[in-house]
């Protein structure tokens, strides 16, 4: 394809019922290895990328070899709002809600499912897909107004909304589970463990869990903090909350259940 043919193509997939940008090699590399459905990969230097890929991630090397076309760096600009400094953009068709509830409603699971009650800022929405992707567990559910697939979200989850389901849900639709909410509240989180199949809830910053949420928990936990401190970041909590469920499971228990 040469250059014209390939920012059609580009301008054409914008118009696609539910495909997504990913920007940088990380992003994609994840793409690809967790199965993502990779539209179309465009990149500055098609031979740097691939060297990339041979020494980071050899597995993703023979579909990038398939996917990847050549753009100059001006006009992949005009493409996105902020080029990656590895000069990779991807198309990817992001999977169906229906996909994602299904897999979230499944049970038994091996792994908690985040709740992530009204979030605001974006980067930290992304950072906590990142870690529930890294600690196994079954998704990551959002309500409120953020679409936990707009671009800023998908930047800062490195492109790991493909290693675990992660969707936006009414808060009467939250999956099945025994509802466990992070709340100052609460009982101490270190005498309390989490079960595989729970639903771990986490509140704004500012407000913390809606009083209607917290009526529905089965379990308020607390994390211990110093006097004085009034909140922890919002991935930094539930980074200590999937660690606590991970730290309950037998020794050489890894994320995937095994």
Known sequence: MDEVEVERAWRAGEREAGVVVLDGF?????????????????TAD??????????????VEAALEGLAVALPERTMRALV???????????VLRPFAEANREALARRPRQGPVVVLENPRNLGNVGAVIR?????????????????????TVLRGSAGLHFAT????VDPAELPGGPLYVLDPEGEDIRGLPFPDDALLAFG???????????????????????????SFNLATSVGM?????????????GPDGR
Do not use: C, N, Y
């Not at 990380?26 to 465009?42: P, T, Y």
């Not at 031979?47 to 041979?54: D, F, Y």
């Not at 709002?81 to 198309?91: E, F, N, Y």
């Not at 660690?243 to 228990?253: I, K, L, Q, S």
């Open 26 to 42: 990380h992003a994609l590399k994840h793409a690809l290895r967790f199965g993502g459905e990779v539209r179309r990969v465009v």
């Open 241 to 253: 909350g999937l660690f606590h469920w991970m730290a309950g499971r037998p020794p050489g228990t």
């Open 81 to 91: 709002p902020r080029l990656h400094p590895t000069g990779v953009i991807a198309q």
């Open 165 to 168: 389901a992660v969707e936006r």
């Open 46 to 59: 098609r031979s740097e990328l691939l060297g990339l890929a041979r020494e980071l991630a050899p597995d």
């Open 131 to 151: 870690l529930a992707a890294g600690f196994g567990a079954a998704g990551v559910v959002t309500t409120g107004e953020v679409d936990p697939w707009h671009p």
């Open 204 to 230: 704004t910053e500012r407000h913390g869990v809606s009083a209607e949420l917290k009526a529905r928990a089965d379990h308020l936990v607390a994390v211990p903090m110093r006097p004085g401190v009034s």
